[in-house]
């Protein structure tokens, strides 16, 4: 995630980092490179009667346009599907921490320990890296009994739920207030449940590869098009138009599967972080992380 | 559905498997064909004073654009509900699961019988086909009984209900935890009622029919209307938009309806692979199933 | 409702049944006189300096694409509405006599009376029909009662509620029981309520005349436009276009009041024939009504 | 709120009562000055060497559809929620009446009171009109006590707290029954917060007027864009052009805030009495008031 | 917030408050002298074979609108919610203030107190503005150790919570009453988390600068593209297109972070003090805050 300190205007135009340039150069200059073809041919394929206008173009153009607005907005719509569940997650820790707090507050370090390695865990589990580290800190030995298994953050929240059982068996909590509190820990199966959900079901890949495939043969034959009308200027209007198609079509791709690595995707470490200084701060305890902030690229992971 | 790993987006641009291309080649040939006969008719016809020109095809094709923009959103969105009831689907059984292991863990593999018929039944009713086999797995004799009803996936839940009826009868649960759960059965219906819905109400068949039409009739007339601009270049502008636009209907079609077997369908198989894993690993279970793989075409049914 | 079995995509392309063209027949042909009319005028005014281009009918055509875009998916938005809220009658249904079954399964058939009477009161205060003979079926002489009410349904709700205030005033229900039941019962209101408000709001009717007019208009006076440059190929192209305007205004305008007979609404019938049929199966009945199916013409009502 | 009865497709082109004409008359008219203008002139200034063409109006046009398309949406949007505000309250009412009925028969008439000066308040608060009268024939001296506040509307939901609140100290209700109820009285929160909200938050002033001043913009400087191609057809179609447009812009402004007088506003009046009509059949009374019609404009307010 | 007063449709017009203008006043200078430039330059660069012709920037345009069309429903969306998260904060604040009215009416100035400080704190939490004098105002000593905090906002519904802990466990409260109320104290959570989400995730910088970029080079293309075939009447047809693209452009941008002190952002110290007013006057509190106007330049802030 790129995270900006408001610039003035002018300066923006000229922003290289969080801008999407550095996955289309390549492909961009491709573009030129046609642009500068189609103007040294032009005297050539114009004798063999072989010639390209731009009405079929532009209706290919806005029909392309609004594919890939659809496009973007089912990828997008992911990309705000994956952050809520993110922030549900961080409201629903508050929430069973401030029970755990109210209720009984000899044990809400426990509770702290088992959400801080559910969070973490699911984290891993996302970016399907090593959870290893990460519950050892909050689980201790029990981290090993967790790490064998197949769904290791759903293993997590059964310890939680085992938690409450128990303290309901020993008469701690009344059926009310268990059932109050086990409403909770629903929601974090439903975060679960959500991003495992975005995590494995993908945008059909139908869609993708045919936008892929429309708008690359669409900006490959747009010199060729362009050219008899704008002769010399047709490098500057193609990359440029060139530039708007692939630079949508790049960001969809991106925000299609939030969870990863990359410039657009979600900063779940930060959140992470987050979650552990919020509910840290709820225990009182004084050595809190530190927040976390961009680095010098303005990236936040 | 098709998931495919990560590739070049050079690559992609000529991947063959989960591509829409095997649904419309022929119609795409036809198209060719259309294109061929625009060309060596275009003086014949010229002499007649009919001509076809873009720009009456250009406000058709962007309105095109428009509508099968917004029915694409429409059976997308069916695909997207779909996905959501089986999410939804997942996260009720690992609740159910949840609450049994903690509150009479010695009825848990009940428990996660009848949910394991469950989602077998209500995958076998979305696809039609015989769900003897699975059922007989998971309920033994029961399963006839079942077997018998005209909406067995509604009776496997009643069962659940019933079960859930009788440890209230026998003061194995208080009222308040007796509702708690049956809460969470609620969520069960809710899936099946949904899936059930979209099943049997497919978007209003004239919405199909009209782009249908519109889409066939709009490629079958404009290679006329591109030849006496474009000349030999006709068949290349004129499939490449046919295929833009045949795509999209086709893939609107399936998604409509998610539940089959084909390319782009969800994998219900694999799901209830996973409801099981998931559930026979809370229960302490070794001998899980293999997590579901996509073959070597990429799909996963 | 038109439930067509899956065919042939060519086979589709002349489908009658299902279509709207029934409903636009006529005005086709009046704008296939206008074009034969265009072509016939065209020498005699274009003497008086009077001409049409495409062009700006070219802009006003892709403006109404938009509108009219907009405007079918709000009226199919009510469609899906609708269709939902009859969805979760089907799942409030279910979990009523679910739970009667298992709280008090003496009281289930009064139970199942009650919701019937509720789902045949409410298709007939949606179509405005005669719920006499259903309710009589139900109800018997009750029946009498709640038929000279001016919110029937809502009357026999209030029954299914004095039903269980009944139940908790004699001590057969915890307050807790209470509590749960008569939540399910409160989305019987929901549907109801949200029914009529459907019913009684139509989408306001300034837009619908707007682009029935607009739409009209444009049908009208495009022959002119396009004679110029298509000439003999006007009719072709002009029906063409008028068609897929057309088509779209008017099925709009039916799936805007889902509730009645037409062939694109919803199919109450078979809706609560299929509520009685899981109803009546829950309780072990032997005698079900048939599975509704479409008619020969794939009608369903 | 104007309710139409169906009428032929042929009559609907000349309805008056219902459409937006009778607010842009008056610049329709200004257009087709304009239009005369731009004929009369089309000679002089053609020699100054000035000409409009239609080509950067087609894309302003297009662009302007897309953005009123979006205002459109947004301002339906709003008229959309309120109405489904003012449902939730008639489901509201009733869910409360119903249980009053159910659990202490003799305060019924209180409650039903308490929710008719709720909702006669609402909608006097709503429309800036004159609640006494009302609340009044509701309340009794009671209504004095209430005028006297800042937010009657949620005082007298207050009261019916209190009512409640009186109820389960002396012991009448169970915690459980008090919180079932209390609920259901959130619910008018949820409505009373909800109109608050849309009436006092409209849609971004900026919107309104970038949208206001192009359509305008592009509708006067249209006229001179078409008179080069059209001749004296222009009027014609440049009053065409226009209606669409600022039919679409003055509806938008219209639904933005529904709760007015205006033709398209929800007819609040006919709420209200529809929600005493309901809760006094609810408690058998005999003399209800007349069900509201439209009058012989159609317009129910 | 700006909020206007109805104004008449011609003076409306020429308003300068309220308006995006002020922002982008420069810019659209730039244009205009871009354009003026065209038309000094058209003989030269025509002679060098150099020439845009409107056709591609017509595509791109179309383009441009449709992709600004969904960045403005992104960013409004983000306002929308907003605003709807205030609203709730209303609701909720209503309601547990309600409710400890109803049932422990000693303690409803702490109530209001704590509800106050929250709202007053989030303001301030949202504008990086100082809460200090609004929290001693509230809180008196107390607020030294809220201010403390990382999460001030989150600490002081840590204290709401501790107090209906304290009175669960000195038994003033019944777990029932409890948890209903802690569900109200869980809405305060959803709004603070729901608000934070918005704050801390903007909405990904790649697709601001993507539409920043486009609509900036196309601007300052666009002159050069219309000025052969409008010559004179260059600047008025392109500073107006310029004018529509930037204003939408920087109203997306504004609403996009609507917590801020901006022209188009939310009246939070207006809404803060709605809160203030509603819950002191449910106090019978005598002396209330005077409603908030708008300013002489319509601002609310």
Not at 71 to 87: D, H, L, Q, Y
Not at 88 to 112: E, F, G, H, K, M
Not at 141 to 165: C, G, H, Y
């Amino acid at each position: 995630m790129i995270i900006r300190p408001e610039s003035h205007w002018f300066i923006r135009l000229f922003a290289w980092h969080g801008s999407v340039l550095p996955g289309i150069w390549f492909r961009l200059s491709l573009n030129l490179l046609m642009s500068l073809i189609a103007i040294f041919c032009l005297d050539w394929y114009e004798t063999l009667g072989i010639k390209l206008t731009l009405a079929p173009f532009s209706l290919l153009g806005v029909s392309i346009a609004v594919f890939l607005g659809f496009r973007n907005s089912v990828c997008f719509g992911r990309f705000i599907e994956a952050r809520m569940f993110w922030g549900n997650l961080l409201i629903a820790c508050r929430t069973l921490q401030r029970l755990a707090l109210a209720i009984s507050p000899a044990d809400a370090p426990r509770v702290t320990s088992l959400l801080l390695a559910f969070s973490y865990s699911l984290k891993h589990q996302l970016r399907h890296s090593d959870a290893r580290e990460d519950l050892r800190r909050y689980l201790g030995e029990e981290a090993d009994e967790v790490l064998k298994r197949r769904s290791p953050t759903n293993f997590i929240e059964l310890q939680l739920s085992q938690w409450l059982a128990d303290q309901r068996r020993r008469g701690n909590l009344s059926d009310i207030l268990y059932m109050h509190m086990d409403s909770n820990i629903n929601q974090l199966s439903q975060v679960l449940g959500g991003c495992e959900r975005l995590a494995s079901m993908p945008v059909p890949f139908a869609y993708g590869l045919l936008l892929h495939r429309t708008v690359y043969l669409f900006c490959t034959l747009l010199p060729f098009a362009l050219v008899p009308d704008l002769h010399y200027m047709t490098p500057l209007v193609s990359v440029f138009i060139a530039y708007t198609f692939l630079s949508l079509d790049t960001l969809a791709e991106e925000l299609e599967m939030p969870f990863g690595l990359a410039t657009n995707h979600l900063p779940l470490d930060a959140m992470c972080t987050n979650i552990e200084i919020n509910l840290r701060e709820m225990n009182l305890d004084e050595d809190l992380p530190d927040t976390p902030r961009p680095d010098s690229r303005y990236r936040l992971t």
